[in-house]
C-alpha cells in the first residue's frame, strides 16, 4: 500500500512562493508518474504538474508554466513542488497523486489547502 503525505501548504500574499512536499511510503524509484492536481471550490480537480520515473521528464498545465517547478529527490522518497508568482487564482486544496504497481493504480495524498490572498 502506498501511503502519500503532502505538507507545505498555507497562506501567501500573491507573488509570493511556496514549496509543496509529497512524502512517500514506497521508493520513487518504484512510481511510474508523480504529479500535482489542486482542486478549487466549485471546480474540478485538474492537473498541475507531473513527472516521470526514469529521465524524469515533467508537464505543466498551462496556466503555471514558468512559474512551477516539479522535481523529485530520490533518496528522501519525496516529490516536491515550487511556486512562484503564486496568484489567488492558484488557491485550493492541493493533492500528490503516485502510480504504482503491476497494475499502475493510483494513490493520491489527503491534500493541503494553498490559499493566495490578493
Known amino acids: 500500500q502506498v501511503q502519500l503525505v503532502e505538507s507545505g501548504g498555507g497562506l501567501v500574499q500573491a507573488g509570493g512562493s511556496l514549496r509543496l512536499s509529497c512524502a512517500t511510503s514506497v521508493s520513487i524509484f518504484d512510481m511510474y508518474t508523480m504529479g500535482w492536481f489542486r482542486q478549487a471550490p466549485g471546480k474540478q480537480r485538474e492537473l498541475v504538474a507531473a513527472i516521470s520515473r526514469g529521465n524524469g521528464n515533467t508537464n505543466y498545465a498551462d496556466s503555471v508554466k514558468g512559474r512551477f517547478i516539479i522535481s523529485r529527490d530520490n533518496a528522501n522518497n519525496t516529490v516536491y513542488l515550487q511556486m512562484n508568482s503564486l496568484k489567488p487564482e492558484d488557491t485550493g486544496v492541493y493533492y500528490c497523486?503516485?502510480?504504482?504497481?503491476?497494475?499502475?493504480?493510483?494513490?493520491w495524498g489527503q491534500g493541503t489547502q494553498v490559499t493566495v490572498s490578493s
Open positions: 497523486r503516485a502510480q504504482y504497481g503491476s497494475f499502475r493504480l493510483f494513490y
